[in-house]
Nanobody, 127 residues
Framework: ELQLVESGGGVVQTGGSLRLSCAAS????????IGWFRQAPGKAREGVVC????????YYADSVKGRFTISNDNAKDTIDLQMNSLNIEDTAVYYC????????????????????WGKGTLVTVSS
């Protein structure tokens, strides 16, 4: 059974940093796309950063470019998200998602592009 487990959420002040980790287990296929999505209160889930193992592409949402960076370990099926210069608008539940196909642009489809989800981790940015 494929599982995604997130860790690393918490409370941070504006301008601070956090690092999230996602560990995938039970992955039985290559060429997957894995990424981070977030859902703020009252808003739809949106793709933040995605990585495609199939074609080694990465997608960043415009709102996080230059502030967020992903790092992945294909051998361990993990993906970390380093978040810097956090602001109030980054407050959300962050979810790790995985699709057994596709390129990093699947991120733009939001939740519809992913087949598997973790339970999420809350990130709160305070002023």
């Amino acid at each position: 059974e494929l599982q995604l487990v997130e860790s690393g959420g918490g409370v941070v002040q504006t301008g601070g940093s956090l690092r999230l980790s996602c560990a995938a287990s039970g992955v039985t296929f290559d060429g997957y796309t894995i990424g981070w999505f977030r859902q703020a209160p009252g808003k739809a889930r949106e793709g933040v950063v995605c990585y495609s193992k199939r074609d080694d592409t990465t997608y960043y949402a415009d709102s996080v470019k230059g502030r967020f960076t992903i790092s992945n370990d294909n051998a361990k099926d993990t993906i970390d998200l380093q978040m810097n210069s956090l602001n109030i608008e980054d407050t959300a539940v962050y979810y790790c998602g995985l699709a057994p196909y596709g390129s990093a642009n699947l991120c733009q489809r939001g939740p519809h592009g992913m087949a598997y989800w973790g339970k999420g981790t809350l990130v709160t940015v305070s002023s």
